[in-house]
T-cell receptor, first 119, second 114 residues
Framework: AQSVAQPEDQVNVAEGNPLTVKCTYS??????LFWYVQYPNRGLQFLLK??????LVKGSYGFEAEFNKSQTSFHLKKPSALVSDSALYFC?????????????????FGKGTKLSVIP | ETGVTQTPRHLVMGMTNKKSLKCEQH?????MYWYKQSAKKPLELMFV???????ENNSVPSRFSPECPNSSHLFLHLHTLQPEDSALYLC?????????????FGEGSRLTVL
């Protein structure tokens, strides 16, 4: 089974400060990890993904995420937050073990973290 | 613009009405999905179609009826809905022959059941 936890329902950060949105995962094999952003009344937009290789992944709008296998985490970060970054952020995982016939191909999403950037 | 288009964007219907949501993608993807997003709840996967064949139905009530006439189009037919079915319905697509592929989402259809 695969699962994702986003421990914070809401994160508040002042504009210009660094931001972190936390995500931890559980899979039986190796993970493929994804971050999505959702603005009000919109669909989910893909930000970045970790497949293999460098643990630091860079994505859209200046966001990056760090894969930490020992801590089973994939936290989303940005060095300097903008008011326009205020949105709902979702972490998702797919277990590579589905390739061997085990596990699920489907993405499992976390419940989301609401980010508010305060001017 | 993600390449996945959903119509209508907003829909208000009574409990006795019949309506349909439409999703269209021209990304060459072979898998399409319906998700339900309710306030303060996690995303719920409803249906999955691979190469036009339904491969997953996550215990969705029969008042929701999906249809996938081809790999570019996906419908969700709605009838005798309940007020608790009010939600944002999201369509997504991907190429499931690429295991590392992300989902591409439409903008959603906001459904209100009176």
């Amino acid at each position: 089974a695969q699962s994702v936890a986003q421990p914070e329902d809401q994160v508040n950060v002042a504009e210009g400060n660094p931001l972190t949105v936390k995500c931890t995962y559980s899979v039986s094999g190796n993970p493929y990890l994804f971050w999505y952003v959702q603005y009000p009344n919109r669909g989910l937009q893909f930000l970045l993904k970790y497949i293999t290789g460098d643990n630091l992944v860079k994505g859209s709008y200046g966001f990056e995420a760090e894969f930490n296998k020992s801590q089973t985490s994939f936290h989303l970060k940005k060095p300097s937050a903008l008011v326009s970054d205020s949105a709902l952020y979702f972490c998702a995982v797919r277990d590579q073990s589905y390739l061997s016939g085990a596990g699920s191909y489907q993405l499992t999403f976390g419940k989301g973290t609401k980010l508010s950037v305060i001017p | 613009e993600t390449g996945v288009t959903q119509t209508p964007r907003h829909l208000v219907m009574g409990m006795t009405n019949k309506k349909s949501l439409k999703c269209e993608q021209h990304l060459g993807h072979n898998a399409m999905y319906w998700y339900k997003q309710s306030a303060k709840k996690p995303l719920e996967l409803m249906f999955v179609y691979n190469f036009k064949e339904q491969t997953e139905n996550n215990s969705v009530p029969s008042r929701f009826s999906p249809e996938c006439p081809n790999s570019s189009h996906l419908f969700l037919h709605l009838h005798t809905l309940q007020p608790e079915d009010s939600a944002l319905y999201l369509c997504a697509s991907t190429n499931n022959l690429t295991p590392t592929g992300e989902l591409f989402f439409g903008e959603g259809s906001r459904l209100t059941v009176l």
